[in-house]
């Protein structure tokens, strides 16, 4: 692992209203806000074990990041796409509605995220969400070992399951949680492993996972350490072998995972900026959803401790070229996606006063 910037760290704001309730710190590369303005993006993340979306930007006129959280229930996959970003929590999914449309508010924030739409599905424990090609959700079901789209009328309705799923029962029978779309259909996915007993993932989680190809029921690749976020990007599949702290390719001919880089965390949720992957990091549980993992033995020979945050990696040279770390109460992210075109956004809840009084006419 090589770092381009790690020997000082970047300024980062708050949200006035907010700093002083916050209950984590973020710290950041040298050039970390400098890029991400650059790259006329920002990010959404999701950590489930704080219950914050957290949305990361830039006041390029401040030289700064912008930081900026709103709690909502156990928030895991998310999806943007067309100014509608989709947040995956405990019991529903929001579609959330920029309706900033790119004009900046009084306090420079130029996306204003409101919720808009809601699916309530039960505790399905959703992992990756989607947009399709028809703009409807698909989503991978966990509980149920499947993929599935939001219903009208019920809680969800099932679109596809691993041949070696025998049927669909509320059992995590393989831990199915990554998906990856190809021209809005589902491509391929990633499970820990192929079993087909109530919770029978957890017996296989140092080498069990793999990537399914969805189309044709094949698995692709075998092997893996709790793979997450497959994502299709320049013709080529990249995959998380998280329980190594892996990020890298599948050859698709020889079905064998190459990595690129090696990150000190468990990995879970990737997109991409150009050349750049951003990949998040999380610090392991101590407990049997990650204890015996090879990544434990990759942190004491790399003779490091677990991160909590954000790489930028360089896809062409596997180098890390910026980087985002989160310290106190969070400790544990999902999802990590992409913004293009919002340099500062936010995000209205559900609770507060400003969502009575943001109104927009179609």
């Known amino acids: 692992m090589s770092t381009s910037d790690e020997t000082s760290t970047a300024p980062v704001e708050a949200r006035p209203a907010e700093t002083e309730k916050r209950a984590f710190v973020v710290t950041a590369s040298r050039q970390f806000a400098s890029w991400l303005a650059d790259s006329a993006s920002s990010l959404a993340i999701s950590t489930y074990q704080s219950s914050k979306v957290i949305l990361i930007g830039s006041n390029r006129e401040a030289g700064r990041l912008s930081v ?17 970003l989709a947040v995956a929590s405990m019991i529903q999914i929001t579609s959330f509605v ?26 399905l424990d959703v992992h990756d969400v989607a947009y399709g090609a028809d703009g409807g959700l698909v989503f991978v079901n966990t509980l149920f070992s499947c993929l599935a789209t939001t219903s009208e009328t ?15 029962a509320p059992e995590d029978r393989c831990h199915l949680n990554g998906l990856a779309m ?10 820990v492993a192929e079993t087909d007993v109530a919770d029978g993932w957890r017996e296989h989680r140092s080498g069990g996972g793999v990537v399914i190809d969805v189309a044709s029921g094949e698995i692709v690749c075998r092997g893996l350490a709790m793979p997450h976020s497959p994502r299709l990007h320049d013709g080529r599949l990249w995959v998380l072998n998280s329980g190594a702290g892996e990020i890298g390719t599948v050859d698709m001919a020889s079905g064998r995972f190459e990595p690129l880089a090696f990150c000190p965390g468990y990995l879970r949720g990737l997109d991409f900026v150009g050349p750049y992957a951003l990949v998040g990091l999380s610090e392991p549980r101590e407990n049997r959803t990650f204890a015996g993992l090879p990544l434990q033995d990759r942190l004491t020979a790399a ?10 990696i360089d896809t062409r040279t596997g180098d890390v070229a910026h980087w985002l770390r989160f310290e106190g109460v969070v400790n544990e992210l999902y999802d990590v996606v992409s913004l293009p075109g919002l340099s500062r956004p936010m995000m209205i809840g559900f609770k507060n006063e400003e969502i009575r009084r943001t109104v927009s006419i179609e």
């Open 303 to 312: 003779k490091v401790g677990p991160r909590c945050g954000v790489f930028v």
């Open 68 to 84: 900026f959280e709103r709690t909502i229930e156990r928030p895991m996959g998310m999806a943007f796409r067309d100014s509608r």
């Open 182 to 191: 190809r021209e809005g259909k589902p491509a391929y996915v990633t499970a």
């Open 154 to 168: 019920h809680s969800f309705r099932p679109l596809w399951k691993p041949s070696f799923v025998s049927r669909l």
């Open 98 to 123: 920029d309706a900033a449309g790119g004009t900046p508010g009084a306090a420079g924030y130029d996306a204003l995220f409101v919720p808009q739409t809601a699916s309530y599905t039960a505790d």
